[in-house]
Nanobody, 126 residues
């Protein structure tokens, strides 16, 4: 069982930056892809980005492409989501997830995901 804990959320002005962290309870986390999702108030949860187990591959959805960047430090069992040029529409609860089962598609990041964190709130003011 992998337990995930997100941190780094907060309130930031539009155009600002935040770095989210996803720390895992076990080194098994380093052997699987990790993704970030977000859910805005009243909306469905949406996929944001994913990073492969060695960090050599990343994938970003269009709304965040060029502004968000993923990295991972396997020595610390941690994945980071650097968010730059934040917009009010980025406001959401951000969740990290690990170990995609690939039942929904053939991509290396296709879900559903086995393990989820509790989420961290990101609020971007205009």
């Amino acid at each position: 069982q992998v337990q995930l804990a997100e941190s780094g959320g907060g309130l930031v002005q539009a155009g600002g930056s935040l770095r989210l962290s996803c720390a895992a309870s076990t080194r098994a986390f380093n052997d699987v892809p990790v993704a970030w999702f977000r859910q805005a108030l009243g909306k469905e949860r949406e996929f944001v980005a994913a990073i492969s187990l060695l960090g050599s591959l990343t994938y970003y959805e269009d709304p965040v492409k060029g502004r968000f960047a993923l990295s991972r430090d396997n020595a610390k069992n941690t994945v980071y989501l650097q968010m730059n040029s934040l917009k009010p529409e980025d406001t959401a609860v951000y969740y990290c997830a690990a170990d995609p089962t690939r039942e929904y598609g053939n991509s290396w990041y296709s879900g559903p995901y086995k393990y989820w964190g509790q989420g961290t709130q990101v609020t971007v003011s205009s």
